[in-house]
Each structure stands twice: as structure tokens, then as C-alpha cells.
């Protein structure tokens, strides 16, 4: 499975951005019924935080961090999953990734993606 990320940049604090991820190289086997994607993101100095994810039948589940600013539209046609961010705040900075798995795994850090991008920088000035 490859992951190509796009649409990061730098904003102003309540600025909105949206990134993109195109996915290819499923093995549409009974397991990618199961699978999810999810986006993460890794400020300097922090831990990587997951920040939304959704599964292949469209559930989806948001950190705190970004309930009520993030969501993750898909276009299951064009294999590619976007994360919409909306009131952006400086805390918000960081390298956003995605990540897929033939399993949904928690968002929480430590639970072992298999699949991730190369990732995209995200700046939020004050």
C-alpha cells in the first residue's frame, strides 16, 4: 500500500487547510473490509498524535485535539482521504501523516499502522 500526502502550508491562526492522501496498492482481500485510515500528525519535541480516522464503512473517530475543527471526508472513488482543518491555532503545527491498516486500530500512540505517507508540513502562525 503506498501513501501520498498532500496539501500541506503555512496559514494564519484561524485559517483553514486541506490535505489530501491518495492510496493505492490495496489487496482487496476480506481483510481490507475491516481496514481504516487515519491521519496523525508529529510536532518537535512531542509525541505522534493520532488525529482522526475512519473506517471503510465510514465511521469515524476524532481526537480532542480537533473535534468540532477536523473532519475526514473520503472519496472512496478516487482512493484518497482528505482532512479538512478549520480554526486553526499555532498548536496545531506539525508534520501531518497518513496511515492505513487492514485493521482499526485505536488512535491512541503505540498501536502498530502498518501503512504511512511520507507526511506534510503544517504551520499555524500566531
Known amino acids: 500500500v503506498q501513501l501520498v500526502e498532500s496539501g500541506g502550508g503555512s496559514v494564519q491562526a484561524g485559517g483553514s487547510l486541506r490535505l489530501s492522501c491518495v492510496a493505492s496498492g490495496f489487496i482487496y482481500s476480506r481483510d481490507y473490509r475491516q481496514s481504516c485510515m487515519a491521519w496523525f500528525r508529529h510536532a518537535p519535541g512531542k509525541e505522534r498524535e493520532g488525529v482522526a480516522r475512519?473506517?471503510?464503512?465510514?465511521?469515524?473517530t476524532y481526537a480532542d485535539s480537533g473535534k468540532g475543527r477536523f473532519t475526514i471526508p473520503g472519496d472512496n472513488a478516487k482512493n484518497t482521504l482528505y482532512l479538512q482543518m478549520n480554526s486553526l491555532k499555532p498548536e496545531d503545527t506539525a508534520m501531518y501523516y497518513c496511515?492505513?491498516?487492514?485493521?482499526?486500530?485505536?488512535?491512541?500512540?503505540?498501536?502498530?499502522?502498518?501503512?504511512w505517507g511520507q507526511g506534510t508540513q503544517v504551520t499555524v502562525s500566531s
Open positions: 475512519i473506517s471503510r464503512f465510514g465511521l469515524t
Open positions: 496511515a492505513f491498516d487492514y485493521y482499526c486500530w485505536p488512535l491512541e500512540s503505540g498501536n502498530p499502522w502498518n501503512y
